[in-house]
């Protein structure tokens, strides 16, 4: 008799076995028996399935993909926790950042990172049981993935496994033979087996108490139903999984240490330079966001006298500072840091300290001590992002003419705002016809975060000009904050307009592109443009209404915002060209419409209605943030002037913004999805009268 003839008998063995052994007390199990017909097409799922997956040095290099299968839109996983090794919860964290950022533009499962205490380096049979506890009642199966997740199988076992049958047995393609515990070879004839490998799927209810083996789980799944599980494949030939024979009861190890070659893209080593603990308290947040994101973190206090130990930032982040052990005056500080840096066995991609501490070189970060406790929003900064940081110059510009009071307000605001070191020069533009209040205020006005230069023109030119020649850009590296004077800022706009801009022009590759034009500072409640007049707004809404993952993320609107926000050089040099070209009417008539059915068409002294145009022919967007209740970094107090006649309280009620406080920096990451700004293909887009379109570029 071949043995293909005594596997067949075996099979028909063990079901009848089962058969009989279920007719007690209750009746005979009945559900599971439509996996022997390799005919069978697996019934839709029905009942929730988690995922637990084992993470390890090794399997670093697939974790991406397999945790990509877990949550694309073909998976029925429902939840999934990702467990690992305590030494690689950085590296961990970052591959689940970027795949779920990757993957942003579907709904998605819930992901958790679980570590596993102490020193140990491999994940076993026993962990990866203890962890799907952790998913309780909330699911009804469970998928068990060692490191090698999905990998080496085929498309049509592979969605057997992420939409599972509603089987009561465990299921999976990999396992061992009932009776000599020898491997089973793939096949896509369902086969019984005493246990079974990862990967496969397996009722909750089996996992309340499974031992700490496979082979041990199988023996229990045996004590209830005769056989410890159920084996089919299709069309995966790798057998290499099979290996010597497993003996029942001793854990089964899933990964051990081996050397880890992968390179996770854009990690860098990042030195903090404090000089006491005092201080590198404040800025702990920043750093453990850092750490947490898989950046490597070195700390020096170089004027502490407390012996080497650790900060703590959170349960979750501790960090090790190293410490001069003495008190040093400036030069010698100096020379003790450049000293111990010498020691470091690689060079610092990005040195952070406070700006007390005398330059030596142009890559240090040097930031305000007052600054620190805002600064956790740099945390979410890539390894580009930061090693461009002294790249972008932001350039603030005041438009006013003769409203002293509202002009006051801006300032103080600008004044209170923090700037994180950066360098950011002012220009104060004024009318012909400002008035004296408004002229004197500007001469006694003092900045501190660069230069402040005064300009008046000696003829009115009215608004379209005094907006539009207010700034230009020298470089492809300027860009120019535009304020008129009934404009106030939270003390945080700073912080978003960089991480915005860091991101979006300085960072990876397939998130810059030459169709953003700004950076919104402030928050749309109303939709203007529509001929039936001015429409409320709101993005979240919207976006959750139309199924987006996140309805609380940024999004792109064609809209230019004149209440508060960033234009970028290269656009704003061709909305100058087009602007005269316009103005000169060398090719059309200034009353002709470019754009149809807008109520900017009617804007006859407003640079917005040309703006639009250069928008609308050229399919540019702008980026607006979209925080709770409409909380801003800029609010417009609607004041009369050029375009307001009067002040209702409905008007003022439909455009004032709450600004986001200093209190409430910790909102500026965690309302944005998965904590940091989406990628570029992940943000909605907006045409000019508020509705969704799709990606054009």
Not at 133 to 143: H, I, N, P, Q, W
Request: hydrophobic content about 40%.
């Amino acid at each position: 008799m071949s043995l293909e003839h005594r596997r067949v008998l075996l099979a028909f063995f063990l079901f009848a076995l089962y058969i009989f052994y279920s007719r007690g007390d209750k009746p005979p199990e009945t559900d599971w028996t439509h996996i022997l017909d390799e005919t069978q097409v697996a019934r839709p799922h029905t009942a929730s399935l988690g995922a637990v997956l084992a993470a390890t040095r090794s399997s670093l290099p697939i974790l991406k993909d397999t945790l990509a299968s877990l949550i694309g839109p073909s998976s029925c996983v429902t939840k999934v926790l990702v467990i690992c090794p305590e030494s690689l919860v950085a590296q961990t964290r970052v591959v689940i950042q970027q795949t779920v950022r990757d993957q942003s533009n579907h709904q998605q499962p819930d992901v958790a990172l679980h570590p596993i205490p102490g020193s140990r380096s491999t994940v076993s049979a026993g962990d990866l049981f203890k962890a799907s506890a952790r998913l309780g009642t909330e699911v009804e199966r469970v998928l068990l993935l060692d490191g090698e997740g999905l990998d080496g199988l085929s498309r049509r076992t592979r969605d057997m496994l992420l939409c599972p049958t509603a089987t009561k047995l465990p299921l999976g393609p990999r396992g061992f033979d009932a009776s000599n515990h020898s491997c089973v070879a793939p096949s896509v004839n369902a086969q019984v087996a005493a246990y079974l490998l990862p990967p496969f799927t397996v009722p909750a209810t089996l996992l309340q108490d499974p031992g700490e083996s496979w082979a041990a789980m199988g023996d229990l799944v045996s004590q209830k139903y005769s056989v410890g599980g159920i084996i089919q494949s299709f069309g995966d030939e790798d057998t290499n999984y099979c290996g010597p024979p497993v003996q029942t009861q001793q854990p089964q190890v899933l990964d051990t240490q081996t050397t880890f070659d992968a390179i996770v893209d854009d990690l860098g080593l990042f030195v903090f330079l404090f000089p006491t603990l005092d201080v590198l308290q404040d800025a702990l947040p920043m750093a453990c966001a850092l750490h947490e994101a898989g950046h490597e973190i070195r700390i020096l206090l170089y004027s502490d006298t407390r012996p080497a130990s650790a900060a703590r930032g959170s349960s979750r982040c501790q960090l090790q500072y190293e410490s001069l052990r003495k008190k040093h005056d400036d030069a010698r500080a100096l020379s003790a840091i450049q000293e111990w840096l010498g020691e470091q066995d690689r060079k610092a991609d990005v040195l952070v300290t406070l700006d007390e501490l005398p330059k030596w070189t142009s890559a240090v970060i040097r930031l305000p001590r007052q600054d620190l406790a805002y600064a956790q929003w740099m945390g979410t900064l890539s390894l580009r992002e930061w090693l461009h940081w002294n790249t972008p110059r932001i350039d603030i510009s005041v438009i006013t003419q003769d409203r002293p009071q509202s002009l006051r307000r801006l300032l103080s605001s600008l004044t209170g705002a923090r700037y994180f070191g950066d360098t950011v020069n002012m220009r104060l533009n004024m009318e012909q016809s400002s008035d004296r209040d408004t002229m004197e205020m500007l001469g006694k006005y003092t900045w501190n975060h660069g230069s402040v230069s005064a300009h008046r023109r000696v003829v009115h030119a009215g608004l379209i000009t005094a907006v539009v020649e207010s700034w230009y850009p020298h470089s492809n590296d300027d860009y120019g904050l535009l304020l008129e004077d009934d404009v106030e800022l939270s003390p945080l706009f700073y912080a978003w307009v960089k991480m915005t801009i860091l991101r979006y022009r300085y960072g990876q590759e397939r998130d810059r592109t030459k169709s953003l034009f700004g950076i919104s500072l402030y928050q749309l409640k109303n939709t203007e443009l529509r001929l039936q007049g001015r429409q409320q707004f709101d993005p979240r809404k919207l976006f959750a209404e139309n199924h987006f993952p996140h309805p609380s993320t940024p999004y792109l609107s064609q809209v230019p915002c004149s209440w508060g926000a960033v234009y970028f050089p290269e656009h704003w040099r061709e909305f100058h060209d087009y602007l005269a070209e316009r103005l000169s009417q060398s090719r059309m008539r200034i009353g002709e419409n470019v754009v149809a059915d807008v109520r900017s068409n009617n804007w006859s002294r407003s640079w917005k209605k040309f703006f639009i145009e250069l928008v609308h022919l050229r399919g540019y967007v702008m980026l607006y943030p979209n925080y709770a209740d409409f909380a801003s970094f800029s609010t417009n107090h609607l004041e009369v002037g050029s375009h307001v006649k009067e002040r209702s309280r409905d008007k003022q009620k439909a455009f004032r913004r709450p600004l986001l406080e200093l209190r409430e920096v910790r909102r500026l990451v965690d309302e944005l999805p998965a904590r940091t700004l989406p990628g570029w293909r992940a943000l909605p887009v907006l045409n000019l009268t508020g509705y969704l379109v799709a990606h054009v570029f």
